[in-house]
Each structure stands twice: as structure tokens, then as C-alpha cells.
């Protein structure tokens, strides 16, 4: 019998850019919070991996909206990332094109950013200046002068970036984030702030040129109004759709409704979960999946919370 909600272990990644916001005291760039490979922490399934479990379970895990996207893979990988430098100026391919260049098996990485936390003056890149032509995008990239085409765009706290694939785009310094994508990691490097090329940090020229596509930008979304108690739809696309929980004093109620997971990371504060009789307690950064076939379920605030929910 499918368990009625999976607490997940993170696993986290160091790389040059991580800060110390994640693990204080240690670098952490990412925390794969929801993850195919990521061990459930507790229960029957304690130690198995998500894969696993979505392997075992399919449809009750995953809702019947996955099957015909992903089989049974687990549809979503989502991450914190703490950018304490910026990151490369990267693009991610479409599902045909990863199909094309990486093989049958693969996905494309259409993503959204939500900003949980900004330093005074953070940017990020978010696409290119406005006409910017696949030649001039191919002269800057081979002569490692994309900054001069670089659409920067200032972002604060609560703001959401919707990243649909083709965008050439990077993460500023001074941003704590929460990301949600496609099953995919994906990411072909084209500028690297003339870091040197070594430690795998290799540029891809060729598969970003055949990726990328100049006249995709994005823009940030202010968070909406938050009463106590709500939820509020951030983006929706047809990977994911993604919604921020607000809750000081009231519960939250939610139903899976037999059509597909929850995915949902505490991003601040400290909640209970309740499901039939069970109860769970879920504190900063914890993660859960919810499976579709679990139906109704109950956040009650321990003291306030603020969380995000990706399903399908």
C-alpha cells in the first residue's frame, strides 16, 4: 500500500559559486530537495529512492496526468540553490532537442525560478537584448562576448522567473532560490566569466548554438497578495504548476484529489502534516512528496509557515 506522503533526504552539491545559507558553516551550492534519486527518510519505504517508489507505485504515486509524459519516471526535479557568485550563462534544450543530441531516454529542461531570498542590487540574465539576431548570438558566443547582448533584470524576494527552454539565462549573486523543473539536468554552458575550463566545467558551444533561441527572454512576477491560510498560483505551464502557501494562525487544507502529486518544501518556518491520523512534523527546507492517490490532507501552522507546492 502506497505510503500517504514521502519525506525526502536532500542531496546536496558544492560548486564554486555555492554560499553557506543551505548547510551554515559549509558550502552548499544545491539541495536536491525532490529528486528522483533522493532516499525517503522514514517509514516502509525508508531508504528506498523516489525512482523506487514511483517504479513500484506508478499512477498512485504520480497521478494519471504523468504516464503519458514520463511513464512512470518521476516528472519533476526540484532544487534550493544559494548563489553566492554568478552562475555560468547557460541554455537548456526542448524534449526534441535532448532527444536529438543526448538520446531517446532524455528530457528537455523548461524550469521556474522563485526567489526566496535577495541581496540589495541582485540580478540575473534572463535572455538577450531586444532583435538580437542567431548570427550575432553565434559571433558572441564563439568569441566569448555574450555580456555585450545580456538582458539583466533586477529581482527581489517573492519574485517568480518562468524559464522556458531555449532561454539563455544565469543566477546572480546574492540570491537564494528555489527551483522547479522538468526531470532533466541538461545545462549546456555558454560563458563562464572566463573561469578556466577544468574540474568538468566545460563551455558547449555547439550544442548551445543548437539549442538556443535568441528571441526568448522572461520577466519577473511579483508575489501576490498572501492572506493567512492561502494559497496563490506563481506560473503554470504544461510541465509543472507552481503555488505558494501562506499560513500564520489558519490551516492550509489541500487534495491530491487522485489526479496527480504534491510536491511541497517548507521554505520558511514550521508546519504539521496531517493525513487520516498521521501526523508529521516539517520544519525550514523540508521537503515532501504527496501521492495523488493520498486525496485530503492538512497543514496546520506551528508557529507561521510559508512553503511552495509543485505538482503536474
Known amino acids: 500500500m502506497i505510503p500517504p506522503f514521502l519525506q525526502l533526504i536532500p542531496e546536496y552539491r558544492q560548486y564554486l559559486w555555492g554560499g553557506q545559507r543551505l548547510r551554515p558553516g559549509q558550502l552548499t551550492a544545491e539541495a536536491w530537495v525532490v529528486y528522483e534519486q533522493d532516499r525517503v527518510a522514514s517509514g516502509l519505504w525508508a531508504g528506498r529512492t523516489l525512482a523506487e517508489v514511483s517504479a513500484e507505485f506508478g499512477s498512485d504515486l504520480l497521478g494519471p496526468r504523468a504516464l503519458p509524459r514520463t511513464s512512470t519516471r518521476f516528472p519533476l526535479l526540484i532544487k534550493l540553490l544559494d548563489c553566492a557568485q554568478w552562475l555560468s550563462l547557460q541554455v537548456h534544450p526542448n524534449d526534441e532537442q535532448a532527444r536529438k543530441l543526448e538520446g531517446p531516454d532524455q528530457f528537455g529542461k523548461t524550469e521556474a525560478w522563485h526567489i526566496l531570498e535577495a541581496d540589495p542590487g541582485a540580478k540575473i540574465i534572463a535572455g538577450l537584448k531586444p532583435a538580437t539576431t542567431m548570427d550575432a548570438l553565434s559571433q558572441v558566443i564563439r568569441s566569448g562576448t ?3 547582448l545580456a538582458q539583466y533584470l533586477p ?3 517573492g519574485d ?3 524559464m522556458q527552454a531555449g532561454t539563455i539565462h544565469a543566477l546572480g549573486p546574492g540570491l537564494m532560490v528555489y527551483e522547479v523543473q522538468q526531470t532533466s539536468d541538461l545545462t549546456y554552458r555558454v560563458f563562464d566569466w572566463n ?10 558551444i555547439e550544442k548551445s548554438l543548437a539549442v538556443a533561441n535568441p528571441l526568448i527572454t522572461s520577466h519577473a512576477l511579483p508575489c501576490p497578495s498572501l492572506l493567512d491560510g492561502s494559497s496563490e498560483q506563481l506560473c503554470q505551464s504544461e510541465y509543472f504548476t507552481l503555488e505558494i502557501l501562506n499560513a500564520t494562525n489558519s490551516a492550509i487544507k489541500g487534495d491530491t484529489r487522485g489526479e496527480t502529486f504534491h510536491a511541497l518544501t517548507i ?7 496531517s493525513v487520516g491520523d498521521e501526523v508529521y512534523g516539517l520544519g525550514r527546507y523540508d521537503s515532501v512528496v504527496i501521492p495523488a492517490a493520498t486525496g485530503p490532507y492538512r497543514l496546520e501552522p506551528q508557529g507561521g509557515f510559508r512553503a511552495l507546492r509543485s505538482s503536474l
Open 195 to 204: 573561469r578556466p575550463q577544468t574540474g568538468g566545467r566545460v563551455l558547449h
Open 267 to 273: 521554505t520558511d518556518g514550521a508546519a504539521s502534516l
Open 146 to 148: 555574450i555580456l555585450d
Open 160 to 162: 517568480t522567473v518562468f
Open 155 to 157: 529581482v527581489q524576494s
